[in-house]
């Protein structure tokens, strides 16, 4: 496996309106894994039988699976390792299913230099809809003194 060197940000480097996002099209063996590290069993993330008499007529992933999804671009690609969640609002908007690509995206709309935290909106979509939007606090270490 190869690992890639990315961008950290520090809260000096951090401007109102930057954006980083992630991509990842949601398989089987996500869902099932998701479901068995969390504990969350419900049949509609597993039982298609049981997913076809509900109203999305299909399995669907967990919503917090998507959710996660931003905390991957937090914690990989803006601001990256060393960040710290402090709080994070979600609205589920739609369904995400087997085969959908997840695209989250975080956008900085305030920052807070007394407490080095910044305040972002957070999406997820699939074809361009939105699927889960939310709010995000974060804690961004400072640029180390030289």
């Known amino acids: 496996m190869t690992i890639m060197t990315r961008k950290t940000y520090h809260f000096e480097d951090l401007a109102i309106g930057m954006e980083a996002s992630f991509a990842k099209t949601v398989s089987e063996s996500d869902i099932n894994a998701f479901a068995e590290v969390s504990g969350d069993k419900n049949p509609v993330h597993l039982d298609a039988a049981y997913a076809a008499k509900t109203m999305f007529?299909?399995?669907?992933?967990?919503?917090?699976?998507?959710a996660g999804y931003i905390s991957a671009v937090f914690g990989m690609e803006m601001p990256g390792p060393g960040a710290i969640y402090i709080s994070q609002t979600l609205?589920?908007?739609?369904?995400?299913?087997?085969?959908?690509?997840?695209?989250?995206?975080?956008?900085?709309?305030?920052l807070f230099a007394e407490k080095k935290r910044a305040?972002?909106?957070?999406?997820?979509?699939v074809n361009d809809k939105p699927v889960v939007v939310g709010e995000a606090m974060l804690m961004v270490p400072s640029r180390p003194a030289a």
Not at 57 to 66: D, N, Q, T, Y
Not at 91 to 110: L, R, S
């Open 57 to 66: 007529k299909e399995r669907i992933a967990h919503g917090m699976l998507s």
């Open 91 to 110: 609205n589920f908007k739609a369904p995400v299913k087997i085969g959908d690509t997840v695209v989250a995206k975080v956008k900085v709309v305030e």
């Open 119 to 125: 305040r972002f909106e957070c999406v997820c979509s």
